[in-house]
């Protein structure tokens, strides 16, 4: 078995103009032959491993501040047949200043990616990673997000734990390419007009998932479920909804799924079907 490795901690700082950039962590390369295990068993591959803990990193450009805190993760980038890269990485918090009237923030932040073609696990560092064969391409990213925007008289809030999966499902028994998008716990905002007597809009316990599918059929299937919809500030009307609910078919056939929280099962005969209530 052949192997090379080095690392260390580095500080970086680099400024160009109005740009400038300065990380640091503790960073690990290794080349080696490790046993990788797929579908049709386990090998020796030669592999390029890339691992880093507790870094950080600030990205200035003028007046805009990105800061990218607590960042974890490890890679390894695989050659031959199927090649690729998988790993996946984990990000503390990411936060913008700098804009005015503009204020976001994303917290426990996990990217995980497997373009290897088939099932792959491993552990570097103090990362591990373990990727089904239904997972050989596959992208996956989730994070907890507080966004606030004002706008002259109107401020609109959303906040709650978004992501969002590229992989594959099996339907109608054939393996399918399709996107998965969902939302826990979230809620928004909309407040126009001036503070002693603002119109406002407000939705909150919004959990809900979706899978996009191409091919044909192609379509979107899923649902969301809502507690509480509430408008105030109308002079004259009060409005509110509560345990309300979307669910949606479009893809002309049966089909099942759970994304993030939210779980749904349509038969052949809901193939084209919208439910609203509340």
């Known amino acids: ?119 792959i696990s491993a552990t570097i560092g103090s990362t591990s990673f373990s990727y089904t064969a239904a997972q050989g391409n596959y992208l996956a990213v989730r994070g907890t997000l507080e966004v606030a925007i004002v706008a002259g008289p109107v401020e609109v809030n959303l906040s709650g734990t978004f992501g969002f999966e590229k992989t594959t499902l099996t339907v109608n028994g054939a393996p399918e390419s399709i996107i998965k998008f969902y939302a826990e716990n979230a809620s928004a905002s909309i407040t126009a007009g001036d503070s002693e007597n603002p119109i406002g809009l407000t939705i909150t316990g919004i959990n809900g998932g979706f899978i996009l599918k191409s091919g044909t059929p192609g379509g979107i299937a899923g649902k969301v479920e809502i507690d509480e919809i509430t408008l105030s500030g109308v002079p004259g009307i009060s409005v509110s909804v509560n345990i309300a609910f979307i669910e949606i078919n479009t893809t002309g056939g049966a089909i099942s799924g759970t994304v993030g929280s939210t779980s749904f099962d349509y038969s052949a005969d809901e193939g084209q079907y919208l439910a609203v209530g509340g």
Do not use: C, H, W, Y
């Open 1 to 119: 078995r052949n192997f090379v490795a080095f690392g260390g901690t580095v500080s970086v700082t680099l400024a160009v103009g109005d740009f400038g950039i300065n990380f640091m962590g503790t960073f690990r390369f290794e080349r080696s032959t490790i046993d990788v295990t797929t579908g049709t068993g386990t090998a020796s591959t030669t592999v390029m491993k890339v691992g880093l803990e507790d870094v950080s990193a600030t990205i200035i450009e003028g007046g805009v501040t990105v800061n990218l805190l607590d960042v974890n993760g490890a890679f390894i980038m695989k050659s031959g047949t199927p090649g690729g890269i998988a790993g996946k990485i984990t990000i503390g918090e990411i936060s913008v200043d700098g804009i005015d009237a503009f204020d976001v923030s994303v917290t426990n932040v996990s990217i995980e990616i497997n373009t290897t073609g088939d099932q």
